[in-house]
């Protein structure tokens, strides 16, 4: 089983959510929260940021934690066809500055405000429901129900 520990970012402003469009190499869009994984040595929160950074060209703090999601897909569903852990830290951050743009050479190819009312109808990653209900709710223990994957609603 494959193992990645990453930390993802929640930025909702004025009724919109900062979302990039990941796309796979058989073509497809699935539109996720801008984060990624954590390197060796690497803080969570470092990441965090110099992933937004990567990703959407803006520069960001983070505010608050807002959980630690941990989920395992099956082989069969999973990219590389073998079972996997991920265990994302998600934060809130704030906009600082920065311009938006899409990531140069990367896997994101492009970033966008999105209405919060929009989303729903997002081909998306599960880790964007999982944020935005950790922002919405702020369990006090960090950790929200797993999300059910199936429609729109992706590994």
């Known amino acids: 089983m494959s193992f990645r520990l990453a930390a993802y970012g929640v930025c909702v402003e004025d009724g919109r959510v900062l979302l990039g469009?990941?796309?796979?190499?058989?073509g497809r869009s699935t539109w996720t929260p801008p984060g990624g994984g954590v390197e060796h040595a690497e803080d969570p929160?470092?990441?965090?940021?110099r992933e937004v950074a990567e990703e959407t060209g803006y520069d960001a703090?983070?505010?608050?934690?807002?959980g630690v999601d941990s989920r395992v897909i099956p082989a069969a569903?999973?990219?590389r066809g073998e079972k996997h852990q991920n265990v994302g830290v998600f934060y809130r951050l704030r906009v600082?500055?920065?311009r938006l743009r899409p990531e140069p050479d990367g896997g994101i190819a492009e970033a966008v405000w999105t209405p919060l009312g929009d989303?729903?109808?997002l081909r998306r990653s599960s880790l964007?429901?999982?944020g935005l209900t950790l922002a919405r709710t702020l369990p006090a223990t960090g950790h929200v129900a797993p999300v059910p994957v199936g429609g729109l609603v992706r590994h």
């Open 96 to 98: 600082t500055g920065g």
């Open 77 to 79: 569903e999973a990219r």
């Open 61 to 66: 703090v983070v505010e608050r934690l807002l």
């Open 128 to 130: 964007v429901e999982v």
């Open 119 to 121: 989303v729903a109808g």
């Open 21 to 26: 469009r990941h796309v796979s190499s058989d």
């Open 45 to 49: 929160i470092d990441t965090v940021v």
